[in-house]
């Protein structure tokens, strides 16, 4: 997880490790449920050694880590705002199923309407399984968002395959 | 037909026509669908998914082949008893709903329940509770011009329920639905499944076939693929969102 969630999370006000830990559970729902909780820790940790947060032991406590509160620095801050208005996107790995498609045909390696069969079942899994999810969250959940969102991306992909398909259809028939 | 088969189809055509304007809708498919099993078959428009709904529903007969109906042959039945059998055991659902306009929601649910003969009182009481089931309860009384299209549908559903079908039929049935009135619908249909009730369901939309327990591919008028989806994929959800570790 980027350095820079961690930092956000934190920006509410100085909070606990358990506390980013549930706010980012809450956010992220069935999708959190992997999440690493050490590795929080260990993003603070690099975050106070950066001078983005410093951290204070809560008095009279234990030195658990649980203890310690976590407020963002200045610079902390200042990176927390480059972060909201950076416009990143993820980038959608299309070219390299493309190719294997074409390399497929031209080397007739492979038939790529097979191609496209697989990967539409392992496509259509996946949609399942986000769907289910997103079903199992209660109406006005924020992580029912998240859900959505995977669920539309794996629509718009299995309508790309649907274009591949009828592409390679295509060229299959015009051959014979 | 073993006893884990509710519905069964084999060597099922279609044709209309003749001659160089022959055209063949459903071209040789077999089919067995077990009891509680919820099946999704997809295909684009045209590829012979609806005919094969209605002739799977006695809507329609198949010009070869053999539809067998929890022990029913439905291929060779007459008129009369093919149009019991649709009223006591298959519910429909159809993309444009199909309510009656000048019934209020209730009275379209109770209709299936009356025509079968049940008295008035006991075809209330199943369609007050379907209404209940299917979150409509404070719309019993309204006109479906009076519903949105989401809610229209949920009525239909309720409405293919009412003779506790052996199996619910849906063509395209969030077709004229945007994305929340679907999700309704969607949450509906996952209810039913968890009750045990038998569902196909025939859409384009690959977001309503991904819930079920198995989704069959359909193109030129026969199954070009099928894919179990409760097996579950091979990443987790997380990293579906990008999120990793």
Known sequence: ?176 | MTDTTLLRASGVCKRYGSGDGLVRAVDGVDLEVAPGETLSIMGPSGCGKSTLLHILGGLDRPSDGQVWLAGNRLDKMGERGLARLRRDAVGFVFQAFHLMDELTAIENVELPALLAGHSPRAARRRATELLDQTGLADRAKFLPTALSGGQRQRVAIARALANEPLVVLADEPTGNLDSEATLDVLRLFDSLHQTGQTLIIVTHNSRIAATADRLISMRDGVFVDQTRLTGGSTGSLGALAGLEG
């Open chain 1, 1 to 176: 997880m980027r350095q820079e969630i961690v930092l956000a999370m934190l920006a509410k006000e100085p909070s606990h490790g358990y506390e980013l830990r549930a706010r980012l559970g809450q956010a992220l729902g069935p999708l959190g449920d992997d999440m690493n909780a050490g590795q929080i820790y260990v993003t603070l940790a690099r975050l106070e050694k950066a001078g983005l947060v410093t951290c204070e032991r809560s008095a009279g406590l234990a030195d658990r880590p649980d203890r310690k509160v976590y407020e963002l620095t200045a610079a902390g801050q200042q990176r927390v705002a480059g972060w909201l208005a950076e416009v990143s996107w993820p980038r959608p790995d299309l070219a390299e199923f493309h190719l294997k498609l074409v390399a497929a045909a031209a080397g007739k390696l492979a038939d790529p309407l097979a191609i496209v069969d697989a990967q539409r079942r392992e496509l259509l899994r996946r949609l399942s399984e986000a769907q289910r999810a997103a079903i199992a969250e209660p109406a006005a959940s924020t992580a029912g968002l998240l859900l959505e969102g995977i669920v539309l991306r794996l629509q718009a992909d299995l309508r790309w395959l649907e274009a591949c398909e009828r592409n390679w259809t295509g060229r299959k028939e015009s051959k014979q």
